[in-house]
């Protein structure tokens, strides 16, 4: 398997260089560490920090930056980053208005961002936490006790964050986050395996009329492998899995990210993202917002996600103001 890389032990190393490189009116990277913060710093304002196994990309350290988040920390490729470097990004980010963790429901990310919390706490620094979980595909899994988190964390970085620029207190924030979490329900599914440098081989196999419903961002098993169909059948089962959550009414404002797993070519998210909106306006619900790209990949794997956020007025004012990061502008 071919990989554009040079030593696989660097390349979180290299990919950091190069992100700060490219975007240094966004990011700046802590010396040693492989954290990535706000260029200008966030005095003043409550800071968001994620982060997580990298393999993601943009996530996480695409989305520093104005609207956004404050921190982000790679781990290696598909792990959790360490308490100490969690740490590290705290107390870089921290702008004396207290610090909110965003958290992948992963095991080793919930405990490692917990530990670096209780830290920061012993330093005087006010932090506070959430989890998303808004995977409805399994509700445990390889590296879970309860459902994962996956791509409708983009909503919370977004939402969140613009609640934070605009000067919401660390409660607020918080709140507003978890708001966003009781509201966000994701789905995806794989064409193909993803290929972890480390092990130059794809990490699982499908047969070529073969798909995988309900994966996760790091290539773990879903609900089923099954023959493979067209565009609009897959989008259905996806849609009627998230739809059975039952909190999405007719009449219900809601956004809608069709978020690419990394080898998916956009004429394919499109073609998905026509018949999404087909599905959903037929069952009676306002689209106010739609988003479409690779936000949360896993690495190089062919296939999609679904999420869906049901909007108030004030989730919806946040979730159209500015931002201003390496993988998401918006005026």
Not at 128 to 140: G, I, L, P, Q, T
Not at 174 to 198: D, F, H, Q, W, Y
Not at 234 to 244: E, Q, R, T, V
Request: overall charge negative; hydrophobic content about 45%; some cysteine.
């Amino acid at each position: 398997m071919k990989k554009l890389i040079n030593e696989v032990d660097n390349v979180v190393n290299e990919m950091l260089d190069g992100i700060a490189a490219a975007y240094p009116q966004h990011v700046r990277r802590l010396d040693g560490l492989d954290v990535l913060v706000r260029a200008g710093g966030s005095a003043g304002k409550v800071a968001l920090i994620s982060g997580g196994g990298s393999g993601h990309e943009p996530s996480h350290g695409g989305f520093v930056g104005k609207g956004m988040l404050d921190g982000a920390v790679a781990g290696a490729v598909f792990t959790s980053p360490t308490p100490d470097q969690v740490y590290e990004a705290i107390k870089a980010a921290d702008g004396g208005k207290g610090v909110l963790l965003v958290i992948k429901n992963y095991t080793g990310d919930v405990m490692n961002f917990e530990m670096a919390a209780d830290m920061a706490a012993d330093e005087g620094i006010q932090v506070e936490k959430v989890v998303v979980a808004d995977d409805v595909a399994v509700e445990n899994s390889t590296w879970t006790t309860g459902r994962r988190g996956i791509a409708g964390t983009i909503f919370v970085h977004k939402i969140a964050g613009a609640c934070a620029e605009v000067g919401g207190d660390l409660e607020n924030v918080k709140r507003v986050a978890e708001k966003v979490i009781a509201n966000v329900r994701s789905m995806g599914m794989s064409l193909s395996a993803c290929t972890v440098p480390a092990a130059g081989k794809p990490s699982f196999e499908l047969a070529e009329d073969e798909i995988e419903i309900g994966l996760g961002i790091h290539g773990e098993p879903g609900v089923n492998r099954e023959k493979m169909g067209s565009a609009d059948d897959i989008c259905d089962k996806l849609l009627d899995k998230i739809l059975a959550e039952g909190i999405y009414k007719a009449g219900d404002r809601i956004a809608v990210l069709v978020n690419g797993m990394g080898g998916t070519p956009l004429m394919e998210l499109f073609i998905a993202n026509r018949h999404i909106h087909e599905a959903l306006t037929g069952k009676g619900l306002v689209i106010a917002k739609t988003i479409v790209g690779n936000y949360m990949t896993s690495l190089d794997m062919e296939g999609f996600s679904i999420s869906l956020l049901k909007l108030d007025e004030k989730l919806e004012k946040l979730l159209n103001a500015p931002a201003n990061t390496p993988a998401f502008v918006q005026a």
